[in-house]
């Protein structure tokens, strides 16, 4: 029951275009998560990243699990297209890479510009998010999809492209000068 008041709140993030801002932040995404889930749901929740482990943990919410394990498996096909471009060994470990998300791999690593690249993968990770969204809105389940969801999205608006490049140089300098400098 209390999902359903916490859902009932959340503004949609359907439909949200890339200039507008988004209609709630994460720090009230989770303010208003912790006054309505239990402490399973919560901690469920904050296993929710961008960033998943190379080694498999369990979150407590198929959905989750579903988002790193397919988040985790782009990120070592990554890896793996940028090896193979640069002719060196990669070990994705005992990790299955299917097909189609190797050609994706290899379609933004092949790409000129860092910012369409990622672009690119951001699209390609939403279209994913959408076939684990849950059919029944008010449920745990739902709750999870809209945070991953939100995160998503907060992290693509802080792409910017001047300071994309700046960051860009600044590695390629640091690589080239053979420092150890990293973007800021």
Known sequence: MAEYYLMSQLPSLDGVGDGTPLPITEDRFFELCR???????????????????RRS???????????NDGERKLRLSLG?????????????????????LMQTARTAVDMDSPLEAEQFLNDRRLRF??????????????????????????????????????????????????DRTEAE
């Open 57 to 67: 943990e369990k979150s407590g919410s198929p959905l989750i699990d579903a988002w």
């Open 129 to 178: 998010l959408e076939t684990l969204r849950p059919a029944d809105t008010f449920s745990d389940e739902s709750v999870f999809y809209y945070g991953i969801k939100l995160k998503l999205l907060s992290r693509i608006r802080d792409f910017d492209e001047a300071s994309g490049k700046a960051a860009y140089k600044n590695i390629y300098n640091s690589i080239m000068n053979g």
């Open 80 to 100: 793996k297209a940028r090896a193979d471009k640069m002719k060196k060994p990669f070990d994705t470990g005992d990790e299955y890479l299917p097909a189609e």
């Open 35 to 53: 006054r309505f889930l239990g402490k399973k749901e919560q901690s469920a929740l904050n296993k929710i990243t961008l960033l998943p482990p």
